[in-house]
């Protein structure tokens, strides 16, 4: 019962949904620190203005995101998406689902890779034991999803301090230089402010997968819970992107780890100790959990609403555990064309998509909306 008031209490209205937002964006973007190069860290002293625009954006979007599905009850993506697109809800879903599984994806090839190299489990062993915790996790529902995702982002916070405390601890003087110095030399062509701002940019609007994860939200009845909500999901979802950053800089410009597949495998190579490997192949495992679990179980609760919206008989948990479990079976399929192209050319075109079909319409009608929301209600709801 006290877990329960916990949860209900203001941990639930403030913290929660930055935790569930964080979940799905830790693995696929820190978990292996590939995102953080090829968004940021490559600029070199400059890369953390990318950083900053990613804070500054994922904190406003995610209150926008969350005082509107207050004001319009709207807990499932469809729902939302209905109140700032119209007929043109669908767009959104089928660029979601897309980078959804294009980020399950990305986790999928390179858990596999670690969990082998690290901890001696064979790939396709370590990848099918992680889809049927994701299959479990959707069988019991939402209750069960924000435990487990509660518990598994302080464990994950508490690995990546870790992490990054060792390389810091030895990688410190590197990273004054770099920073003292404006180096920039990774990159062959020209960098500015400018580039950085895009980069930011580009990063949030694909990690806005996380906007969906809506199932967290009933619990907000105010707009300052929804602001101060949304300042703590932005800062939940940039501290590690910050922290990974620092750490590369510890490197920079060394092409072996800005341009690994795993650079944060490298840079804990190059470290030393079997005990922080292995760790990290069980961290790495983790966040695929957490990342696949939080983004099917968004569509799993745009399916039940659809359901309900009809008519028809709601889907059982044991069909929400096989549609989880098939889901990510396709992506571990995908998972085979490669990480870096996967997260180079796919990231980057359903960023745009993201940007399109979302973040302008939720920056323009969906804050009209939000300010006059008896605006054209009848018609908005029409779909």
């Known amino acids: 019962m006290k877990l329960d008031r916990f949860f209900e209490g203001g941990f639930g209205r403030y913290v929660l949904p930055g935790v569930i937002m964080q979940s799905v964006l830790i693995g696929g973007g820190y978990a292996t620190g590939r995102e953080i190069v090829e968004y940021g860290a490559r600029l070199g002293s400059l890369g953390w203005i990318s950083g900053l625009t990613a804070l500054c954006g994922f904190s406003f979007l995610s209150f926008l995101t969350f ?3 207050r004001v319009f009850k709207a807990y499932d993506y469809r729902s939302l998406v209905k109140q700032v697109a119209w007929k043109f809800w669908f767009l959104f879903e089928i660029v979601y689902v897309i980078l959804g599984m294009i980020v399950i994806a990305v986790m999928a090839s390179a858990t596999g890779e670690i969990v082998e190299q690290t901890l001696g489990v064979d790939y396709w062993a370590g990848v099918g034991a992680i889809t049927v915790v994701v299959g479990i996790l959707n069988f019991y529902g939402r209750n069960l999803i924000e435990r487990f995702k509660t518990f598994g982002t302080a464990v994950l916070y508490i690995g990546y ?5 060792v390389v810091l601890f030895s990688r410190w003087d590197s990273v004054m230089t770099v920073m003292a110095a404006g180096e920039t030399s990774f990159e062959t062509e020209s960098v500015s402010v400018w580039t950085a701002v895009t980069l930011g940019i580009v990063y949030m609007g694909y990690n806005l997968v996380f906007a969906p994860a809506l199932f967290t939200l009933r619990r907000q009845s105010t707009r300052k819970e929804t602001f ?17 950053y620092f750490c590369l800089m510890g490197f920079y410009p060394d092409g072996e780890v800005l341009g690994a597949t795993v650079p944060w495998l490298v840079m804990l190579e190059r470290i030393g100790g079997k ?5 990290f192949g069980v961290v790495v495992g983790w966040t695929l959990i957490e990342t696949a679990t939080g983004i099917i ?3 799993v609760e745009r399916l039940h609403a659809h359901t309900e919206q009809v008519g028809r008989p709601k889907m059982t948990h044991l069909q929400d555990a096989i549609f989880a479990t098939g889901m990510l079976v396709i992506s571990v399929g995908l998972a085979r064309i490669g990480i870096i192209d996967l997260i180079a050319k796919g990231y980057a075109a359903m960023s745009y998509g993201m940007i399109a079909v ?6 323009t009608i969906g804050v009209y909306r939000i300010l006059n929301p008896d605006w054209k209600s009848d018609f908005w709801e029409t779909s």
């Open 67 to 69: 005082e509107l599905a």
């Open 228 to 244: 101060w909500s949304g300042m703590i999901t932005g800062v939940l979802m940039t501290f590690p992107w910050f922290l990974t």
């Open 275 to 279: 005990f922080l490997i292995a760790l």
């Open 358 to 363: 979302y973040i302008i319409p939720l920056m």
């Open 161 to 165: 301090l870790l992490f990054s405390s």
């Open 297 to 299: 179980h968004a569509i």
